[in-house]
T-cell receptor
């Protein structure tokens, strides 16, 4: 069973602070997605990373994919209360074939940004 | 706004009832998924459909029965559920399997 270790599990910060969430594995991903989920809603896809070393920016959010495609990070600059939610990383393992659509999720990071 | 539409948003049912959850997408996606999610936890995969055929069943109890009538619709038929089945049930779709998945807002299911 492949594992995707996501940390930290909980993050409580003040508005304006920066933060980073990490996802790590001993296995190689063919691609990795980051989602944000707010209460009462489904996960919303933020980004997909595919290439080792790739960096993508979405306003104040910066996503990085490790060179070996085994890890990824999400960095938020100047966090705002609207960033509050459950952040999930999820990847397709590159098992020499296809994962047949089975996404492996990290445990999630519950972020709370206080005004 | 999500492009994957799930109905109903909320459902309360007794353990002897039969009900169905519905999911619809019109993005031309040929892979569709059912997930179960408990509070503050990641979604757990239940079923994967690819080109309207069931390709993955994650050892889900038979009281959950999926159906994919066409490329835009996905149903989950429920019968004789247990209290521990209370959860948020999410539908997702992707262009093909192993492509990024887009989720609906889910059905909040409560079993009395």
């Amino acid at each position: 069973t492949q594992l995707l270790e996501q940390s930290p599990q909980f993050l409580s910060i003040q508005e304006g602070e920066n933060l980073t969430v990490y996802c790590n594995s001993s296995s190689v991903f063919s691609s990795l997605q980051w989602y944000r989920q707010e209460p009462g809603e489904g996960p919303v896809l933020l980004v997909t990373v595919v290439t080792g070393g790739e960096v993508k920016k979405l306003k104040r959010l910066t996503f990085q994919f490790g060179d070996a495609r085994k890890d990824s990070s999400l960095h938020i600059t100047a966090a705002q209360p609207g960033d509050t939610g459950l952040y999930l990383c999820a990847g397709f393992y590159n098992a020499g074939g296809t994962s047949y659509g089975k996404l492996t999720f990290g445990q999630g990071t519950i972020l709370t940004v206080h005004p | 706004d999500t492009e994957v539409t799930q109905t109903p948003k909320h459902l309360v049912m007794g353990m002897t009832n039969k009900k169905s959850l519905k999911c619809e997408q019109h993005m031309g996606h040929r892979a569709m998924y059912w997930y179960k999610q408990k509070a503050k936890k990641p979604p757990e995969l239940m079923f994967v459909y690819s080109y309207e055929k069931l390709s993955i069943n994650e050892s889900v109890p038979s009281r959950f029965s999926p159906e994919c009538p066409n490329s835009s619709l996905l149903n989950l038929h429920l019968h004789a559920l247990q209290p521990e089945d209370s959860a948020l049930y999410l539908c997702a779709s992707s262009l093909r399997v192993n492509q990024p998945q887009h989720f609906g807002d889910g059905t909040r299911l409560s079993i009395l």
